[in-house]
């Protein structure tokens, strides 16, 4: 079975200031995207950011980028410059080819003012 | 604006009942999730469709969930009968195919009293 670990179940982060979220996983597939959600207080899912795995390349949306290290199968995010908005609970999911969409227990991120 | 579609948003009910949760995935999108959010276990998978087909429902409690798919604007999730134990937040998602964003709806916030 795939699992997802996210080791933090808290961070937080100075406005302003730059952090990084930890996302380890398991699988035997080679083929699968990861992807990190936010989730805000309203409680809505959002897509943060989206990684394929055969993409050497990391991913980056504005102030969110990921290292992906495919070997060690690990998915980090870190958000640069972190907003008051920024404060929320994060998820890192894996969904491969057969693999359902699977999440991690969450890092619940608050950013100070 | 396409988006997925869960009603009710709230449901309050009495131990023993059956609660139907409803979900209308994206048109266009050919699977479907239903998860459980708690405190403690964070999201779970309860089950998946592909095509209107059941995929993996291994993490519903069978004796009293059940998962289906009519057809292919609807998804419902039955609980029947209902205990406390089941109050959380139920999403629903869908995505165009596998390894692609999953979007999900806004959630059904279960209360078994």
């Known amino acids: 079975a795939q699992t997802v670990t996210q080791s933090q179940p808290e961070m937080s982060v100075q406005e302003a200031e730059t952090v990084t979220l930890s996302c380890t996983y398991d699988?035997?597939?080679?083929?699968?995207?990861l992807f990190w959600y936010k989730q805000p207080p309203s409680r809505q899912m959002i897509l943060v950011i989206r990684?394929?795995?055969?993409?050497?390349q990391n991913a980056t949306e504005n102030r969110f980028s990921v290292n992906f290290q495919k070997a060690a199968k690990s998915f980090s995010l870190k958000i640069s410059d972190s907003q008051l908005g920024d404060t929320a609970m994060y998820f890192c999911?894996?969904?491969?080819?057969?693999?359902?969409?699977?999440f991690g227990k969450g890092t619940r991120l608050s950013v100070i003012a | 604006d396409a988006r997925v579609t869960q009603t009710p948003r709230h449901k309050v009910t009495e131990m023993g009942q059956e609660v139907t949760m409803r979900c209308q995935p994206i048109?266009?999108?050919?699977?479907v999730f239903w998860y459980r959010q708690t405190m403690m276990q964070g999201l779970e998978l309860l089950a998946y469709?592909?095509?209107?087909?059941?995929?993996?429902d291994s993490g519903m409690p069978k004796d009293r969930f059940s998962a289906e798919m009519p057809d292919a604007t609807l998804a419902t999730l039955k609980i029947q009968p209902s205990e406390p134990r089941d109050s959380a937040v139920y999403f629903c998602?869908?995505?165009?195919?596998?390894?692609?964003?999953?979007?999900f709806g806004q959630g059904t916030r279960l209360t078994v009293v």
């Open positions: 998602a869908s995505s165009v195919t596998v390894n692609t964003e999953a979007f």
């Open positions: 699988t035997s597939e080679n083929n699968y995207y």
């Open positions: 990684q394929e795995a055969y993409k050497q």
């Open positions: 999911a894996f969904f491969g080819v057969s693999t359902p969409l699977v």
């Open positions: 048109l266009g999108h050919n699977t």
């Open positions: 469709f592909r095509n209107r087909a059941p995929l993996d």
